[in-house]
């Protein structure tokens, strides 16, 4: 039987209303706004990927999303055997960048060739089959200490057993730190903390707030991109001068980051994003080679949609010793799909479905 290839590429525009504004040192937004993208192939099966918009991480937009999607990356799939990994090397050499359009094909090509054999993308990938939890934290917005511990005991209540505070949004490092004491009071020690400055720190700050913290019994689990992306003799700095371990974010898209941070010994953990790195087909890799180096990873997402945070969460769910960091979905109001995942408390429902579940766009959730 021969290997069905791509005949098709389509784009369509998904916005999804959050139902409470998503608030970090880098920006505000009250809706998720991506591209979703259908790859079918010549059988006429249909596999779904996404590009979410993420000015100020990825620097995508839509509309570039979609002029490259309709344009050198189209070209370069249609016509290819339905396979990622042989479609991966077609796909990465087509454009510079432009990793999350990259992303929604890689993944619409992985949930195919998952639906082809029948099985969930989870197992795809290489984990459990059937329907799959995966454990995850859930995001704080950033606001004052009152609002703050206000969310934390909400969360903690919902069955939410970490959660992620947005610090570096100012006015100061100092003020980080009372911020964090306020949501650790109110949660209590059973409740795990997970920062993320977004690179809203100098390193100075970042150390003195990480040890203010130490000293003061505060029990941060980890503190993710303290300092600018590129500034990895920074980020190595306050590794090696605090006890809480760091990891490193928007300093990794793809494997040479990667690469730059092992060997400058920069930080002790990663977070990979499919639409940071391209898709599941690198993100494999990345967390391959940061497993064989030493690093602790995080499988993370972007401000994405259930299509998107159905692939991480599968992907996470292949690599059981990842952590999670999939609420990205959980903020929307309601899914604008057909299928997919869905939330109970700190748990993120994979369905035992084929692929990763999604089946369509309800009409009332998109926008053409």
């Known amino acids: 039987m021969s290997t069905p290839t791509v005949v098709a590429v389509r784009t369509r525009r998904v916005v ?3 139902h409470t504004p998503f608030v970090t040192a880098l920006r505000r937004t009250t809706t998720t706004e991506t591209v979703l993208v259908e790859v079918e192939d010549s059988d006429g ?23 490259c999607l309709a344009g050198p990356l189209s070209a370069a799939v ?7 990994q042989e479609v991966w090397p077609r796909l990465s050499g087509a454009v510079v960048g432009n990793h999350g359009a990259k992303a929604a094909v890689d993944v619409a090509l992985h949930d195919l060739a998952a639906r082809r054999a029948g099985v969930t993308l989870a197992a795809h ?3 459990p089959s059937g329907a799959v939890e995966v454990v995850t934290d859930v995001t704080l917005a950033a606001g004052d200490a009152p609002t703050l511990a206000s969310a934390a005991r909400k969360r903690a209540a919902e069955g939410f057993g970490v959660v992620k505070m947005k610090v570096g949004a ?3 490092a100092a003020s980080d730190v009372s911020r964090v004491a306020a949501v650790r009071a109110a949660i209590g020690p059973d409740v795990g903390i997970r920062l993320d400055a977004n690179q809203g720190w100098r390193a ?10 130490e000293d003061a019994g505060l029990d941060v689990e980890l503190v993710e991109q303290p300092v600018p992306a590129r500034d990895l003799d920074a980020l190595a700095f306050v590794t090696h001068h605090v006890e809480t371990p760091v990891m490193a974010d928007e300093s990794v898209f793809g494997l040479d980051d990667l690469v730059a941070v092992l060997r400058s010994r920069a930080a002790p953990l990663v977070n990979v994003k499919l639409a940071k790195c391209g898709g599941l087909t690198p993100a494999l890799e990345l967390l ?35 952590l999670a960091d999939l609420d990205a979905a959980w903020w929307a109001e309601a899914s604008p799909y057909a299928g997919g995942p ?6 993120l429902l994979l369905p035992d479905a084929p692929g990763h579940g999604v089946t369509g766009v309800r009409e009332a959730g998109s926008d053409a």
């Open 342 to 347: 869905s939330y109970d408390g700190g748990r």
């Open 170 to 172: 100012g006015p100061s």
């Open 204 to 213: 100075d700050e970042a150390v003195r707030a990480i040890r203010d913290m």
């Open 45 to 67: 099966l249909v596999g779904r990927g996404e590009s979410p918009q993420v000015w100020q991480v990825t620097g995508e937009s839509l509309a570039g999303a979609e002029a």
């Open 125 to 127: 990938l290489g984990g």
């Open 78 to 84: 249609v016509g290819a055997p339905a396979v990622p």
């Open 16 to 18: 999804v209303a959050l």
């Open 288 to 322: 391959r080679v940061a497993r064989a180096h030493g690093l602790g990873t995080m499988v993370g997402s972007m401000m994405e949609s259930h299509v998107g945070i159905a692939a991480a969460g599968a992907l996470a769910a292949a690599d059981a010793r990842a």
